[in-house]
């Protein structure tokens, strides 16, 4: 008998814009479906478990396993490291299990051009305000760091269009809904694309503007 392979399921998005959380409805919802642990060299949050939510390396470790070839992907982000294991994702897809990674633009590209049959999902808030209160609302972070995320996110906005689909992520249900209905048929996820596309410009001009006034 043989399996079909499972799906490789890209997904990024603005910090803040809910990803963990939609993936983690997605996978309490649907059996079949696994999350790609990465690997980073950032430091370990309150609350994080090696090997549930990273594998925390040193930069020693990362940059060997880079000249070993373990990484499908990796890059520097805020001046840490973070890749994707290759031979995990390889071994769930071979067992029929569509895999979930959530990863950021830079490493989403060279798994766009390694595997053209990615399923690549970008998801975006509902506006700028939406954003900017929910980077606010975790209270975890410095102005100075909500700044910075915000001018990533100006940055980021630039390659949204490089995915085949954008999801705006208002209900959380409606967008495991989406995602799931996109792993079954992928067909229509430019229609998704194209549609929420001009949302993304008004985003970014939002963001710059609160930018520009200084709050953050
Ligand atoms: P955080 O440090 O907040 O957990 O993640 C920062 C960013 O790194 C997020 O945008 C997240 O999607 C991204 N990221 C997490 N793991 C990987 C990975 O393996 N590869 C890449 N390229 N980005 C990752």
Request: hydrophobic share 35%.
């Amino acid at each position: 008998m043989t399996i079909e392979r499972g799906k490789l399921i890209i997904i990024s998005g603005f910090s803040g814009v809910g990803k963990g959380t939609v993936i983690a409805r997605l996978m309490e919802e649907h059996k079949g479906f696994a999350f790609s642990v990465s690997g980073t060299t950032r430091y370990q949050r309150p609350g994080e478990i090696d090997g549930v939510h990273y594998f925390f390396l040193s930069r020693e470790e990362f940059e060997q396993g880079i000249r070993e070839g373990k990484f499908l992907e990796h890059a520097e982000y805020n001046g840490n490291y973070y890749g994707t294991f290759a031979d995990y994702v390889d071994q769930r897809r071979d067992e029929g299990i569509h895999i979930i990674l959530d990863i950021e633009v830079q490493g989403a590209m060279q798994v766009m051009r390694r595997c053209p049959d990615a399923l690549s999902m970008f998801l975006i808030p509902p506006d700028a305000a939406t954003l900017v209160h929910r980077l606010t609302g975790r209270g975890t972070e410095t102005r100075e760091q909500i700044r910075g995320r915000l001018e990533q996110a100006v940055r980021e906005s630039a390659e949204a269009e490089k995915y085949r689909a954008i999801l705006v992520n208002d209900q959380i249900q409606n967008t495991v809904n989406e995602i799931y209905g996109m792993v079954q048929d992928p067909s229509g996820m430019e229609a998704y694309r194209r549609e929420n596309l001009p949302r993304v410009a008004v985003i970014r001009d939002d963001l710059e503007k609160i930018l520009n006034l200084g709050e953050y």
